[in-house]
């Protein structure tokens, strides 16, 4: 089950997300959902289109029911796969 602690190892695809900083001003505060993941980029639809936001330079928020997950980009800028296999030690 998906919850805070083990995040960074699962699927991001179908999980609401804010962009909560970023090193690009025209990405930071877009909200939406996953809809596909690379290892350097998320896609994201919100109401104004897909918009990609690089995780490397970027902080997000994700939404687990009514908890919201801060996550540094630099973290998961992986290949999905390969992060699901990671040991996670405290974050």
């Given at each position: 089950m998906i919850n805070q602690k083990?995040?960074?190892?699962h699927e991001f695809i179908g999980?609401?997300?804010n962009v909560v900083?970023?090193?690009n001003k025209f990405v930071k505060g877009?909200?939406?959902?996953?809809?596909?993941?690379?290892?350097?980029t998320l896609l994201i639809k919100t109401d104004d289109?897909?918009?990609?936001?690089?995780k490397a330079n970027s902080r997000f928020a994700f939404m687990l029911g009514d908890k919201r997950v801060r996550v540094d980009g630099k973290r998961i800028e992986m290949r999905p796969e390969n992060r699901i296999k990671i040991k996670v030690k405290k974050w």
């Open positions: 083990n995040l960074i190892r999980l609401r997300v900083e970023s090193s877009i909200t939406g959902e996953v809809v596909d993941e690379t290892s350097q289109g897909y918009k990609r936001v690089e």
